[in-house]
């Protein structure tokens, strides 16, 4: 019996030998030289985006290192997963995240890559807590190609129906082509897409940051305005900001006369807690403004027309992309307060050969429509029409409409001293319920 002990003892020892040299291989071989040629581009690695994603020193691995098995690869023995995936603390809140490996076969993706993926998205839906992928590959291993798609095309599907479900977010941060490597978090299915990379990842970006660790620092601002799932409140914070205060600045920036524009960031900034706007798709549709902020330390979404570009005016683009952020925040029990100050439709321009507004303005009906979140529309100067039909109007089911002292403003349910806006909002929003809802994933809606 002692022998058959022995033997058992040596023949752990050899796997823990191997499993040493295999991580040593890792660190120091096979991989040794994509890392440096990643920095040396002013990008992160893998490493450096999870360390500065979560809280320090909370970040677990999940899934262990994996040997290669289709062979010995080039430079010495590699691993078949070339991720990382584990989980950790983000503001004290537990984050799954996953991320491409340049140490392991250059962070290209294959089987054993996408089954770890799948099985960080299952951990994360069964924990009910949100997940973020790091995406720095460099596409699919040549050798696995055939099978590695169809493994892609099943994380697509588990994506599509975790939508709604845990808030998915993408972190583009190297030389990946959304919709042709789906290795790490598909952009184009994920809820929120951040980048630094604007030619890799300009179209479904939600934010374009200037520098990789900037994009990481949004991310983590970003999360504390989510719930951990759709069937769960965002997080309450502590302000300061008196919620019944008179802001007499209120008064004073918004001009009377229709003609003249104004900018709206500098009206909502006046409105919300401190800590301002995190403004998503902010470099699209510039005519109208979305993003999430506080009042009274509840999370809200802010839709607004934005003056100072079109004047305002709704077009196919700002229709869309008021109808993506509406879904968003719905999915997400996040109330919306919709700021309206819209003169009309901007039915097309001499020579434009996209589309007309008015089939995307019926998204943009969609979406308010179905919304079963507390809705509050404010008209700040003028609402005309559909455009202000549209605008989350009480008729297509906004809690309640209420208005500044303005010409042309029609059927509202209360007219309000601007200084005392932020007040009645806070009130406003306290009122209202929730509807019973479904839950429910969102479309990508993305510019033309």
């Excluded at 184009?188 to 990789?212: E, I, P, Y």
């Excluded at 929003?429 to 019973?436: M, N």
């Amino acid at each position: 019996m002692a022998s058959v002990g022995g033997t058992a003892s040596q023949g752990l020892l050899a796997w823990v030998a191997e499993l040493h040299s295999l991580t040593d291989v890792l660190q120091l071989r096979s991989g040794e030289t994509a890392p440096e040629r990643h920095g040396s581009c002013g990008e992160l690695t893998a490493q450096e985006g999870l360390g500065l994603l979560f809280d320090e020193g909370t970040f677990r691995r999940i899934e262990p290192p994996r040997r290669r098995t289709d062979g010995i690869g080039p430079g010495g023995p590699q691993t078949a997963a070339g991720v990382i995936t584990g989980c950790g603390r983000v503001g004290g809140r537990t984050v799954f995240a996953c991320a491409h490996d340049l140490r392991r076969c250059g962070g290209s993706s294959g089987r054993a890559h996408a089954e770890e993926i799948r099985t960080l998205m299952d951990l994360a839906e069964a924990a009910g807590a949100p997940l973020v992928g790091l995406s720095l590959g460099v596409g699919t291993r040549g050798e696995q190609s055939a099978t590695t798609v169809a493994e892609h095309g099943r994380i697509f599907c588990r994506s599509a129906q975790a939508s709604g479900v845990i808030p998915q977010i993408s972190v583009v941060l190297g030389a990946v082509r959304p919709g042709t490597d789906g290795a790490v978090r598909p952009p184009l299915v994920a809820d929120f897409v951040f980048t630094a990379h604007t030619a890799v990842c300009g179209r479904a970006a939600s934010s374009r940051c200037a520098r990789d660790a900037e994009c990481l620092r949004q991310v983590r601002r970003l999360l504390t305005f989510l719930p951990a799932g759709g069937r769960e409140l965002p997080p309450v914070a502590v302000t300061v900001t008196s919620t019944h205060r008179a802001n007499q600045r209120l008064a004073d920036l918004v001009p009377l006369e229709g003609a003249h524009p104004y900018a709206i960031r500098a009206v909502i900034d006046e409105i919300v807690d401190e800590g301002g706007l995190l403004e998503v798709h902010g470099w699209w549709a510039a005519n109208v403004v979305c993003g999430l902020a506080r009042l009274d330390g509840r999370v809200v979404g802010i839709v607004a027309n934005q003056p100072a570009v079109l004047d305002g005016m709704l077009d196919s683009p700002a229709a869309r992309k008021i109808a993506r952020f509406v879904r968003t925040c719905d999915a997400f029990s996040i109330p919306l307060v919709t700021l309206v100050d819209a003169p009309g439709l901007l039915r097309g321009l001499g020579g434009q050969k996209r589309p007309g507004v008015l089939p995307y303005g019926a998204q943009l009906l969609y979406a308010y429509s179905t919304a079963t979140v507390p809705r509050v529309q404010l008209i700040l100067r003028s609402a005309h029409g559909v455009s202000c039909l549209v605008m989350n109007s009480r008729s297509i089911g906004a809690g309640l409409s209420l208005a500044w002292p303005a010409k042309g403003i029609g059927a509202v349910d209360r007219v309000i001293d601007p200084i005392l806006t932020r007040s009645a909002l806070v009130d406003a929003l306290a009122t209202l319920r929730a509807e019973d809802t479904r839950r429910h994933g969102h479309r990508p809606l993305w510019p033309i």
